[in-house]
């Protein structure tokens, strides 16, 4: 079966006429969540892996 252009062209733009879009709004307030929750998660990840240094540092007696 030979490649059309044209015809995968027709249905590319069909299929994408499909697609629900979010709205501006929604848009910003997913990009928000997502820079809220990354932030927490970095916050989060610091105080751990300063605890656990904190821990090993004393087990081992270095670092003071």
């Known amino acids: 079966m ?3 252009p044209t015809r995968f062209a027709r249905e590319v733009r069909s299929e994408v006429a499909k697609v629900t879009w979010p709205s501006r709004k929604e848009t910003l307030i997913t990009t928000g969540l997502v820079f ?24 081992f007696g270095v670092g003071f």
């Not at 809220?36 to 989060?44: H, M, N």
Request: net charge negative.
């Open 2 to 4: 030979a490649f059309d």
């Open 36 to 59: 809220g929750l990354s932030a927490i998660a970095a916050v989060f990840f610091f105080v751990a892996d300063q605890l656990v240094g904190v821990g090993v540092r004393s087990l």
